[in-house]
């Protein structure tokens, strides 16, 4: 073959380091190729997944988007619901770290499956919600109140997967813990802010790829059967673990997650026209910005990284009414303010254990 006949000297500038890498200062990367759609005004986005998810919903919602939220909480003050956490994610789910959590969700929601659980008590003698410990701050006074509020957050479920023209899911974690008794995954240890630890009704499990890869494509399918007309787009937190329970280094068992998180939310992407691939991790943990983009702990994301993702997000998503591919700057600046993210994770960190 000829030189001129190289396959790769037509290539554009995107496909080679140097040219887009290499060349290019940490704010001018830009690893979107193309999108397979974009998100309007008029169109209801509902947003769940792990905590960096909700980065992309305060800027939809500062950015005069229609941030779809069916459980707000209407019936509160804007303190009140700000205080237990209405708004976060578009219903309180708390923290979606598991791609399992996600499906068990949906199951759930349709009564595909009945989890086999009563609330956990909490050291104040009040009760929470097992699959979501964090969501009631002041917890249930009695399993009937915890019941009510179950059935209120999965009406909400329902109408999000219903009526929400995009789907948003960060993807968070492969480790978990689950009930022995019916596999049921939980967002955190019995016993880390509710519940009781019992090695005989709990195990620790860490999902392969193939179980990710499975049951993102059975989530995806049971959202697409319950609304035809929807889109999703998946993206990769990348906060690394704050802890592991594997016998290994926490750098590895991160590295291990988010490596199987990537390849199921490509295979997923790759193999269905109506969900798309973001690279929020990509762009926050690429050896481009030299680390710029965390804070000191190494871990957090700082307002800079979340900045650099949400305009390269709006830029390639994002359409208005004229139909302009970007909201104002001003719009972006208000969407990144450092605001508290809501990260169940941290109690692992943070408890006292005796």
Same mark, same amino acid.
């Given at each position: 073959?000829?030189?001129?006949?190289?396959?790769?000297?037509?290539?554009?500038?995107?496909?080679?380091?140097?040219?887009?890498?290499?060349?290019?200062?940490?704010?001018?990367?830009?690893? *979107?190729?193309?999108?397979?759609?974009?998100?309007?005004?008029?169109?209801?986005?509902?947003?769940?997944?792990?905590?960096?998810?909700?980065?992309?919903?305060?800027?939809?919602?500062?950015?005069?988007?229609?941030?779809?939220?069916?459980?707000?909480?209407?019936?509160?003050?804007?303190?009140?619901?700000?205080?237990?956490?209405?708004? *976060?994610?578009?219903?309180?789910?708390?923290?979606?770290?598991?791609?399992? =959590?996600?499906? =068990?969700?949906?199951?759930?929601?349709?009564?595909?499956?009945?989890?086999?659980?009563?609330?956990?008590?909490?050291?104040?003698?009040?009760?929470?919600?097992?699959?979501?410990?964090?969501?009631?701050?002041?917890?249930?006074?009695?399993?009937?109140?915890?019941?009510?509020?179950?059935?209120?957050?999965?009406?909400?479920?329902?109408?999000?997967?219903? =009526?929400?023209?995009?789907?948003?899911?960060?993807?968070?974690?492969?480790?978990?813990?689950?009930?022995?008794?019916?596999?049921?995954?939980? !967002?955190?240890?019995?016993?880390?802010?509710?519940?009781?630890?019992?090695?005989?009704?709990?195990?620790?499990?860490?999902?392969?790829?193939?179980?990710?890869?499975?049951?993102?494509?059975?989530?995806?399918?049971?959202?697409?059967?319950?609304?035809?007309?929807?889109?999703?787009?998946?993206?990769? !937190?990348?906060?690394?673990?704050?802890?592991?329970?594997?016998?290994?280094?926490?750098?590895?068992?991160?590295?291990?997650?988010?490596?199987?998180?990537?390849?199921?939310?490509?295979?997923?992407?790759?193999?269905?026209?109506?969900?798309?691939?973001?690279?929020s991790y990509e762009i926050i943990t690429g050896n481009f910005n =030299?680390?710029?983009?965390?804070?000191?702990?190494?871990?957090?994301?700082?307002?800079?990284?979340?900045?650099?993702?949400?305009?390269?997000?709006?830029?390639?998503?994002?359409?208005?009414?004229?139909?302009?591919?970007?909201?104002?700057?001003?719009?972006?600046?208000?969407?990144?303010?450092?605001?508290?993210?809501?990260?169940?994770?941290?109690?692992?960190?943070?408890?006292?254990?005796?």
């Open positions: 073959m000829k030189q001129s006949d190289n396959p790769y000297r037509a290539l554009p500038d995107r496909n080679f380091w140097r040219r887009c890498l290499s060349s290019k200062g940490p704010h001018e990367v830009d690893p *979107v190729a193309e999108t397979k759609f974009k998100i309007s005004r008029d169109m209801r986005v509902a947003t769940a997944g792990s905590c960096f998810a909700q980065h992309i919903a305060r800027v939809l919602s500062r950015s005069s988007f229609n941030y779809f939220v069916p459980e707000a909480g209407s019936d509160l003050t804007p303190v009140e619901r700000d205080r237990r956490g209405y708004g *976060v994610f578009s219903a309180r789910f708390g923290n979606i770290y598991t791609v399992r =959590q996600l499906l =068990q969700l949906i199951d759930e929601a349709y009564g595909v499956r009945s989890p086999q659980h009563a609330p956990w008590l909490r050291p104040d003698n009040r009760l929470a919600d097992p699959l979501r410990p964090s969501i009631e701050p002041d917890g249930f006074a009695n399993e009937a109140e915890f019941r009510e509020s179950r059935e209120t957050h999965l009406e909400a479920v329902r109408r999000m997967i219903e =009526q929400a023209d995009v789907f948003v899911f960060t993807l968070g974690l492969t480790e978990c813990w689950r009930s022995r008794r019916d596999g049921t995954v939980y !967002s955190l240890v019995p016993g880390a802010v509710a519940g009781q630890y019992n090695p005989d009704e709990h195990e620790f499990y860490n999902f392969r790829t193939r179980e990710v890869i499975e049951d993102l494509a059975a989530a995806m399918k049971r959202l697409k059967e319950r609304n035809h007309a929807l889109k999703a787009i998946l993206t990769v !937190s990348p906060v690394p673990l704050i802890a592991t329970y594997e016998n290994r280094h926490v750098l590895t068992s991160t590295t291990y997650s988010k490596s199987v998180l990537r390849a199921a939310a490509g295979e997923i992407a790759d193999s269905e026209d109506w969900v798309d691939y973001f690279p =030299q680390g710029r983009y965390y804070e000191d702990d190494l871990r957090e994301v700082n307002s800079i990284g979340v900045g650099h993702a949400m305009r390269i997000f709006m830029k390639h998503y994002a359409v208005g009414s004229n139909g302009q591919s970007a909201p104002p700057r001003r719009a972006m600046r208000a969407g990144v303010d450092q605001d508290e993210v809501i990260c169940d994770e941290e109690m692992l960190d943070t408890v006292k254990w005796d």
